[in-house]
């Protein structure tokens, strides 16, 4: 005769939400830190915030490096390019200005786009 098991008391339930880890924090980090970056018109200080928060989320991000997001296999490779990228454009844009900005804002969109395809969904 077989007997229904006793319900667990166990947290991990699968119909249970899960907090956000710190590698989905790393993204959203960073796709603040693109966002920001994108302001740079309005303020160099909002732009350069941007660009540090977007360096703080890649190094956050970068265990879950190795999984596949849904869309984008290899997005974390292509974030931490645009991060560097906003980089060079935000210390460019202080002696070329017109240069640094197109730097920075190819690099923040590339971060964005890279957040938006490779953050895993339910995570």
């Known amino acids: ?49 941007g660009v540090a928060v977007l360096i703080l989320g890649v190094v956050l991000a970068a265990p879950e490096a190795r999984r596949p997001g849904p869309v984008l ?20 844009g202080f002696w070329i200005t017109a240069l640094g900005g197109l730097i920075l804002t190819a690099g923040a969109v590339t971060a964005l786009t890279a957040v938006f395809l490779g953050a895993r969904p339910g995570r």
Not at 14 to 34: D, F, H, S, V, W
Not at 73 to 92: E, I, Q
């Open 1 to 49: 005769m077989k007997t229904v098991p006793p319900r667990s008391n166990s947290t991990s339930s699968p119909n249970r939400p899960e907090t956000i880890g710190p590698a989905l924090a790393g993204q959203l980090c960073a796709g603040l830190g693109a966002a920001l970056a994108l302001l740079g018109p309005f303020s160099t200080v909002v732009s350069g915030l």
């Open 73 to 92: 296999a290899d997005w974390w490779n292509p974030l931490a390019l645009a991060a560097l990228a906003c980089l060079v454009g935000f210390g460019l």
